[in-house]
């Protein structure tokens, strides 16, 4: 069964991390903008596809968009007590990293009809400088088994967030963008699957493009 939004603890959570802690960082200390948030839908699947250059993504993402977006994690971190269960209210799903395509795709797909919003990054690992050059299918393929719409977000400047020998995080401006819906592929076959991340990769690389 596919519910409609996520659970009313982990929207309670969500809520009050993103005004206490995270907006007001987002806002202040990295003088974030954020534009066009009223394209996301409230509710119903989704698949939130962003580009990635800092560990700060997920939950800059996740608290920007004005749903909660489940990101994956790493397996061992569920077992951190206190944080493993605080994560998993926030929506983030465990992945096995020995066997980390299928199981992200199985894991996100359980989100998804928990009423989550799921996001994906699109190259899966971070770039130097935020734009995607060897984007996967694995986005593609959760939108074509969800049939669910894709939505590209770009964000500008993360990779400036952490310098090497630095111990805090810079205080750098930030820019997120919300591109316009794009339907799933029309099947899960391969040509269909390129076809999908191309665009996501035309629209995602053009939204970064335009900067702060």
């Not at 839908?41 to 989704?46: D, I």
């Not at 799903?93 to 989550?116: C, E, L, T």
Request: with cysteine; net charge positive; hydrophobic share 40%.
């Amino acid at each position: 069964m596919q519910r409609d939004r996520e659970p009313l603890i982990s929207l309670a959570l969500f809520s009050g991390t993103k005004w206490s802690i995270i907006a007001p960082v987002y806002n202040t200390y990295f003088q974030g903008r954020i534009y066009n948030v009223e394209r996301v839908p409230r509710s119903g699947p989704l698949v939130v596809v962003s580009n990635h250059a800092s560990y700060f993504d997920p939950p800059l993402l996740s608290t920007s968009l004005e749903r909660p977006v489940a990101f994956m994690a790493k397996e061992e971190l569920f077992n951190v007590p206190i944080l493993g269960p605080m994560i998993r209210l926030y929506g983030a799903y465990p992945v096995n990293r020995q066997a980390a395509d299928r199981s992200a795709i199985k894991a996100a797909i359980q989100a998804s009809r928990d009423g989550w919003a799921v996001g994906i990054f699109l190259q899966g690992t971070r770039t130097p400088d935020g734009r995607v050059t060897d984007p996967k299918l694995g986005a593609a393929l959760l939108a074509a088994k969800l049939n669910a719409p894709l939505l590209p977000t770009s964000l500008w400047g993360t990779e400036k967030i952490l310098v090497k020998g630095s111990p805090l995080p810079r205080p750098t401006p930030l820019t997120i963008r919300v591109g316009e819906l794009l339907p799933p592929p029309a099947s899960s076959k391969r040509a269909d699957l390129e076809a999908t991340t191309a665009l996501c990769t035309e629209k995602i690389n053009a939204l970064h493009a335009l900067g702060r």
